[in-house]
């Protein structure tokens, strides 16, 4: 299991914090911001009723310039730990941080984990928020909603979030979420938090916008790959999570098309593959998802389906090394195989 690493900045804070004043346990954390929430993704099962509240406006929070540190910027309290436990990290993905009402999706970078109080210790829900509260005010941030979700709301993210968010997300059926922002001009930091009686969960997001990491290969290419290696591999870009292929790789599409309009003998098997980022049985269902999307999408631009057969096979065939950005990027992959 991976343990969080527990920075300098939080284990001084931890320590400062234990004997917190009553002046500050009776300020409110949020006190320096009052935003109301944000619009709803449509299709997620959370769209707001018209006119109920304003959109969240991330301008109304102060600016900070404080350097965060590395990512995942926040440590756990002294006394607790993710050791033995799951904690996971996304390269680019999305989240909704739950904010007086709404949904804020943030699009970026994600660390997530869940934690304990060390043998012999005993959870204390105020302990660990005293200390998160903290440590986001060091940083320059603010708390800026602490309610329960609906569970209808979470219901409605499906598996993407429930599932994929495993071991961050933590229990929000049955708990509130707390929700940290500390507005940065190179890339806003998001901090949920969830804890019971047992336990805690957090996930922390670091905003960046989408990068494209497909490049198009011509026909030729293709052809002349698949005759030399037999099988050639695709980093097409398709919906965080999904099975959706982004309009941006509709080219290298149009590339495989003429290929087998080219060569009408070709057959192909079209063989999804995932990084090891999150649950083995999840990306396995994934990948296939992937295959069969791209199998769909030559179809319909007039490619005999008996030409052509999809199937997935998870992060069970890396080709690079997973504990890197760019050896996940070329693990996920759509691969052409000639038949």
């Not at 540190?69 to 390269?91: A, D, N, V």
């Not at 997001?205 to 290419?221: N, V, W």
Request: aromatic share 8%.
């Amino acid at each position: 299991m991976k343990t969080a690493r527990i920075p300098p900045l939080a284990l001084a804070l931890a320590i400062g914090l234990a004997a917190c004043s009553k002046q500050e346990a009776d300020t409110p954390p949020d006190s320096a911001a009052e935003p109301a929430a944000a619009a709803a993704v449509p299709g997620t099962g959370a769209e707001p009723a018209p006119d109920t509240q304003a959109a969240f406006d991330i301008d109304r929070i102060p600016l900070s310039d404080r350097p965060p540190g590395e990512f995942p910027y926040i440590g756990l309290p002294q006394g607790y730990s993710s050791e033995r436990r799951s904690s996971w990290t996304k390269e680019f993905d999305r989240f909704p941080f739950w904010v007086k009402g709404q949904p804020v999706w943030v699009e970026g970078r994600f660390y997530g984990a869940d934690f304990a109080p060390v043998d012999g210790k005993t959870m204390s829900e105020y302990e660990v928020k005293k200390n998160f509260d903290g440590l986001v005010a060091q940083l320059g941030g603010v708390k800026v909603s602490e309610e329960k979700i609906p569970d209808e709301v979470v219901d409605g993210w499906g598996d993407d979030i429930a599932q994929g968010f495993n071991g961050g997300l933590g229990d929000v059926w049955n708990e509130p979420a707390t929700t940290y922002v500390i507005h940065r001009t190179d890339g806003n930091i998001w901090v949920h938090l969830v804890t019971n009686t047992a336990q805690g969960w957090y996930i922390v997001g670091r905003e960046k916008g989408f990068e494209q990491t497909a490049t198009l290969l011509p026909a030729s290419e293709l052809k002349a790959k698949i005759e030399g290696a037999g099988k050639v591999a695709l980093q097409l870009n398709f919906a965080v999570d999904r099975t959706e292929i982004l309009p941006q790789s509709q080219p290298q599409l149009q590339q495989v098309v003429q290929l087998l309009k080219e060569d009408t003998a070709l057959k192909l098997a079209i063989n999804g593959h995932t990084d090891n980022t999150g649950d083995a049985a999840h990306n396995k269902a994934l990948s296939t998802g992937r295959a069969e999307s791209v199998m769909a999408a030559l179809v319909a631009q007039g490619i005999d389906a008996s030409r052509l057969s999809a199937a997935g096979f998870g992060d069970a065939q890396p080709v690079a090394d997973n504990t890197t950005d760019e050896g996940r990027a070329l693990n996920r992959r759509v691969e052409l195989v000639r038949m």
